[in-house]
């Protein structure tokens, strides 16, 4: 039985819920920032200011000069994430294999379901029309035998978008697709390819696969499939939760500081965000990775392996502040700060000579829960305001 499946795409999201909250914000062109008044980037769009060159991840003053009359709005999350778990609900009518790819995309397999509803295509037209009725709100829907195709073809018309490719249409389609546009090709690979004079799909399906495991290792294997539109991966439904690969936090300053009691006291909250995540889902890690970028953008990355695994926001903390040593450059000025910890392990516990220590940290995390984030925080935090 040939595969179907569904990728569904929410049309501009947050800036289509917004408008939908506000009336008086629909037909203007708006853009979704998490500080209209600080210094942050459009997390999305409006079709409106898309219209002027407002993209995603574009600076609040580029986004100005392109459009002087967009309305910026402050980012909603948790309507937001209120929204999306009732359109996957939604699309949970059709299939139990309803796999959540962000918050505002879903792989569906109709396969098995497809015939009790008229037809992957009346599926989609469903959804469609119950997400336009209930929350005003268009999508866009690609129909393909796998998730790869799927994706690609949902992107092909959007807004409000509805493609259907056929196995016998995958040939004549690929010729024509270049290969940055298919999803799992980045910029650098797709850079690479192109020295080696493969530029659509077609010519990535026609080069010997063994060429390109010698060039990209194991990864060649991966591309050879991506350029016959080959993809064998299964939706998998929300409650198969890929385990973490990574955690971190970061912030950009109000002000560019080169003020270092400002920026140890921000790495140290960064630090102990990260620690809570960990201990939340049960993740320890082993490897501190600290991002450093300066106010002219340059940005530099360094990270650091430790012996055992932790989620103790403390050592996360001095780790963090000893790669910082490293990258700083004084007296230059400091825009952002990350720290991420990678190298997880589940299922795992901080290993400790006596049990306070983890006690302490399980019931400083429950008081934070309850009555809000750093309400209970450890006294270096207070020191290196101080400093």
Same mark, same amino acid.
């Given at each position: ?40 980037? /459009? ?12 993209? $995603?991840?574009?600076? /609040? ?43 505002? %995309? ?8 497809a015939h009790l509803f008229g037809g992957a295509d009346t ?13 005003? +709100? ?30 016998? %249409?995958?040939?004549?389609? +690929? ?18 390819? &192109? ?13 010997? %696969? ?33 385990? *973490? ?13 080169? !003020?270092? *009691?400002?920026?140890? &006291? &921000? ?14 889902? !049960? ?15 340059? $940005? ?9 695994? $932790? ?31 990678? !190298? ?10 006596? %049990?306070?220590?983890? $006690? ?23 020191? !290196?305001?101080?400093?």
């Open positions: 039985m040939m595969r179907q499946v569904l990728h569904i795409d929410m049309d501009a999201f947050f800036a289509s819920v917004e408008q939908q909250t506000f009336p008086f914000l629909r037909g203007r062109p708006i853009g979704v920032c998490s500080h209209p008044q600080g210094r942050t980037v /459009i997390a999305t769009a409006s079709y409106e200011a898309r219209a002027y060159g407002v993209k $995603t991840a574009m600076t /609040i003053p580029q986004a100005r000069k392109l459009c002087p009359e967009i309305t910026l709005v402050r980012c909603n999350l948790a309507k937001y994430i209120d929204t999306s778990t009732r359109i996957m609900a939604i699309c949970s009518r059709f299939t139990d294999s309803v796999e959540v790819f962000s918050i505002d %995309e879903a792989f569906l397999d109709v396969t098995n379901t599926i989609a037209r469903k959804i469609k029309q119950e997400l336009s009725g209930r929350f005003g +709100l268009t999508c866009s829907i690609g129909i393909a035998p796998n998730k790869l195709l799927a994706k690609l073809v949902g992107e092909m018309h959007k807004p409000d978008g509805l493609t259907i490719i056929r196995p016998e %249409e995958v040939p004549v389609l +690929l010729e024509k697709i270049i290969v940055e546009e298919m999803c799992g090709i980045g910029p650098k690979t797709a850079a690479k390819l &192109h020295r080696l004079g493969i530029k659509s799909c077609g010519e990535l399906g026609r080069y010997p %696969e063994k060429a390109l495991v010698r060039i990209f290792g194991v990864k060649g294997v991966h591309l050879h499939h991506i350029g016959k539109g080959i993809d064998e991966s299964p939706v998998r439904p929300y409650f198969h939760k890929p385990p *973490a690969k990574s955690m971190g936090h970061s912030m950009t300053f109000d002000k560019d500081t080169r !003020n270092m *009691a400002i920026i140890r &006291h &921000h790495l140290f909250q960064l630090s102990e965000q990260v620690g809570r995540r960990l201990r939340k889902d !049960n993740y320890a890690g082993r490897t501190v990775s600290l991002v450093l970028r300066y106010a002219d953008f340059t $940005t530099m990355v360094r990270q650091h392996s430790l012996k055992n695994w $932790t989620n103790d926001g403390r050592r996360i903390y001095q780790t963090g502040l000893a790669l910082f040593y490293k990258l700083y450059q004084p007296p230059r000025y400091v825009r952002l700060i990350g720290i991420s910890v990678s !190298n997880l392990i589940q299922q795992t516990r901080q290993t400790s000579m006596f %049990e306070h220590p983890e $006690t302490l940290r399980s019931a400083v995390d429950n008081l934070n829960n309850r009555f809000g984030e750093f309400r209970v925080t450890r006294a270096q935090n207070m020191k !290196n305001m101080n400093r």
